[in-house]
Each structure stands twice: as structure tokens, then as C-alpha cells.
Nanobody
């Protein structure tokens, strides 16, 4: 299993970023995908999930209405569009397949998002 997150960066409050997660080593189209984020000293937080076919999405209250998940199963990639970013969105963002045993203890390198004026 390999998960490569990208697209992070530094933006001002109210700005947007689009994160990508390129997956390999498993049948991507058979697994729901989740995004998490983590800040220093805090536990990793689930923020969003998308079904294996991409038809169903769920979001944590903290990002609902601002973040949008999508996926391209032909490219083995899941995307997280983040709009109206707030300073409290500053974190390292990770993706992970849902209930893939082979990925149980695996996390990618993540991508840093910093929201600051």
C-alpha cells in the first residue's frame, strides 16, 4: 500500500486549496477513502469520507459546507477541495482507505496546510 498526499501549502484565511491523494498497492475502486488531519499535540481527527463509487460523502461538522470530496477511480486518486479556509484548519492532512487490513498501521507522509494572515 502506498498513499501520497499532495497539494498543501500556505494560504490566507478565506482561501482555497485542493489536496490530492494518489493511492497504489490495493484495489482503489473497492474501498471507501477517508481524510484525516492532525495538529501537534492532538490526536488525528477524521474530517471526511467518500464511498468507493464516489456517490456518498460524509463530513465532520468542522468542515461541512466548506470542504468537498471527490475521487477518480481511473486515476486511483481522491481529492479534497477546501474552501473558506480558517486558521483552525492548519494541520497535516492524510488520506486512508477505510477498513483495508493492509493499511491498518500505515499512514502516508501527509501534506501540510497552513492558514494564516
Amino acid at each position: 500500500v502506498q498513499l501520497v498526499e499532495s497539494g498543501g501549502g500556505s494560504v490566507q484565511p478565506g482561501g482555497s486549496l485542493r489536496l490530492s491523494c494518489a493511492a497504489s498497492g490495493f484495489t482503489f475502486s473497492s474501498y471507501a477513502m477517508n481524510w484525516y488531519r492532525q495538529t501537534p499535540g492532538k490526536e488525528r481527527e477524521w474530517i471526511a469520507g467518500i464511498s468507493f463509487g464516489g456517490h456518498t460523502t460524509n463530513y465532520a461538522d468542522s468542515v461541512k459546507g466548506r470542504f468537498t470530496l471527490s475521487r477518480d477511480n481511473t486515476k486511483n486518486t481522491v481529492y479534497l477541495q477546501m474552501n473558506s479556509l480558517k486558521p483552525e484548519d492548519t494541520a497535516v492532512y492524510y488520506c486512508k482507505p477505510y477498513r483495508l487490513v493492509a493499511a491498518r498501521d500505515y499512514w502516508g507522509q501527509g501534506t501540510q496546510v497552513t492558514v494564516s494572515s
